[in-house]
């Protein structure tokens, strides 16, 4: 017996990574997966995003397991195609149980350099994006009064970080979110709580700017990026998180034994929080 057995899990930037991860631990609890992506790059994104092709085999992995899937190309900026998705769910599946708004995109540049657009994309991307999935089912939740919202945040959710402002406003914004949502939501039996991953092993870190930044200098390595997962962390032999760690975490707080866990951050960081950090570099 699976912790989410009977359950419908719609689940948002689901073709790889992350979210392919909470759609196979989804499944694996014995749920059916509904699958959004956009299966397609942004301009302002410095590696490729995930494609049809990965939404599909999503898609696969989930009916591997014996469960059902339903895949959706469409762009969580879009608040059309994030509703026509909901719908199509409702009149597959009947219901949706929860939603785990999980499409991100990660970019770097200082705050001074960067662009309208870089800036816009990754705010609708990260944050309004996060509020047009959720409104897209919240009406269906407050229908049935119950419901739960898994929200991907991060480490940057909860300290600044360099080179990356607009990605680290728009996590901090996540965490404001979730928590006035579970407000809202809260007397309509639905609950709201949030995941703050640190350094996963995903291609969005697993790139060239992602080597760079970690290194930090141009022609970094895959060596440096887990060389600096390890002084990342405080658990001892980690260095990027599986992304089924936070798969795992989704499953609780989507489950009964979370039932009265809402409007929270669970850090999902192998200790990373703890770490008071140091200057790397001052400046004297």
Known sequence: MGLLDGQVVFITGGARGQGRAHAIASAREGADVVLFDRAEDIDTVGYPLATADDLQQSVKEVEAIGRRALSFV???????????AVAGALSEFGKIDALIANAGIWATGQFWELTDEQWDDMVGTCLTGVWRSIKAVAPHLIERQQGSIVITASVDALEPGGVYA????????VVGLMKSVALELGPHGARCNAIA?????????NNQPGYDLISGHPGGSRDDLIEGGHRFNVLKQTHLLDPSNLADAAVYLNSAMASRVTGVVLPVDAGHMLLAGFNHAPVR
């Open 74 to 84: 469409g762009d969580v900026r879009s608040q059309t195609s994030l509703d026509e």
């Open 166 to 173: 607009h990605y680290t406003a728009a996590k901090h914004g």
């Open 197 to 205: 991953p640190g350094a996963v092993d995903t291609l969005m870190l």
